[in-house]
């Protein structure tokens, strides 16, 4: 993604953009590495919220969201909560309301622990005054695997997610 | 879906504030530089994005939205940016604590 927007600041800055894929520990590799650079302008991050916000405040980092400054943002990236087509609610208030029911009977699928999803999913928890269960798993691709799968009941996810939905949509 | 407004792609989902659980609003995707950086760096890169998104609006528009982002078109500002990030953070040590979720 980084590159498909960076390659457009090309012609403005007169040089090319290389962009390096750096996994790992959620996006905290790469931040750290970034972090970690001379800060001459030829390092830069590009970064959704799991790497900046919320691993430096819930897991340990060497670096914090005050060592960098944003350039601004240009895509807000949200979180969806997702159920089988076919499944038994049809609304939101109808899953709240089975999970108020049957606590911790719902599985809830998120793209890590204590990744923005969980967050979301926690937070959405916390208002709704209900408990579910929630199934961590390595990336939205395979939180959104497993509901089609019907191992979890829902789904919190964002992004890539969305392009999964799309190819199997396209697929029919 | 934990925004302020329904997506323009998604348009047929709801948000969660609108449902009566008001999660807050989801955070986004930035290029970042090192807080030591110069200002004259930050101001060219700063500079490139601003005009690559004038110069660029459809395009960008386009490859955010292939990645389920809802655009912000013009970007907003730096300033902007951090506070928001600030705001969210805040937001989330809140759940954190609430929750029992610190792992450090």
Redesign the interface.
């Known amino acids: 993604?980084?590159r498909?927007?960076?390659d457009?600041?090309v012609?403005?800055?007169g040089q090319p953009i290389i962009s390096v894929h750096k996994p790992g520990g959620g996006g905290s590799l790469a931040a750290s590495f970034?972090?970690k650079?001379k800060?001459?302008?030829y390092?830069?991050?590009?970064?959704?919220?799991s790497p900046?916000?919320?691993n430096p405040?819930?897991?340990?980092t060497d670096y914090k969201?005050?060592?960098?400054?944003?350039?601004?943002?240009?895509?807000?990236?949200?979180?969806?909560l997702s159920v089988k087509k076919d499944s038994r609610w049809k609304?939101?208030?109808d899953f709240v309301e089975e999970a108020k029911k049957s606590p911790a009977k719902l599985m809830v699928a998120s793209y890590g622990k204590?990744s923005?999803s969980h967050?979301?999913l926690?937070?959405?928890?916390?208002?709704?005054n209900i408990q579910v269960t929630h199934v961590s798993f390595k990336g939205a691709a395979e939180a959104m695997t497993n509901l089609l799968g019907g191992h979890v009941d829902a789904a919190m996810t964002?992004?890539?997610?969305?392009?999964i939905r799309r190819r199997f949509a396209s697929r029919r | 879906?934990?925004?302020n407004q329904r997506?323009e792609q998604?348009a047929q989902?709801?948000t969660?504030k609108e449902?009566g659980?008001?999660?807050?609003?989801?955070?986004?995707?930035?290029?970042?530089?090192?807080?030591?950086?110069?200002k004259a760096?930050?101001e060219?890169?700063?500079?490139?994005?601003?005009?690559?998104?004038e110069?660029?609006p459809g395009?960008?528009k386009v490859?955010?939205l292939?990645?389920?982002?809802?655009?912000?078109?013009?970007?907003?500002?730096?300033q902007?940016?951090?506070r928001?990030?600030?705001q969210?953070?805040d937001?989330?040590?809140k759940?954190?604590r609430?929750?029992g979720?610190?792992?450090?």
Do not use: W
């Not at chain 1, 390092?43 to 919220?49: E, H, M, Q, S, Y």
């Not at chain 2, 999660?23 to 110069?38: E, N, R, V």
């Open positions: 993604m980084s498909l927007i960076a457009k600041f012609e403005f800055l970034a972090a650079a800060p001459d302008g390092t830069i991050l590009f970064a959704g919220t900046i916000l919320i405040v819930l897991k340990k969201i005050e060592d960098f400054i944003p350039l601004g943002m240009g895509g807000d990236n949200p979180n969806r609304t939101l208030r204590f923005f967050l979301v926690e937070q959405l928890s916390q208002v709704a964002s992004g890539v997610a969305g392009m | 879906m934990n925004t997506a998604h989902i709801p969660f449902l659980y008001p999660i807050s609003p989801s955070g986004g995707y930035s290029f970042y530089i090192q807080k030591d950086a110069p760096v930050f060219k890169l700063s500079d490139a994005q601003k005009e690559a998104f110069r660029y395009e960008i490859n955010l292939k990645f389920e982002l809802i655009p912000e078109i013009p970007p907003c500002s730096s902007e940016a951090f928001r990030l600030i969210a953070r937001e989330i040590i759940t954190a609430e929750r979720l610190f792992e450090k």
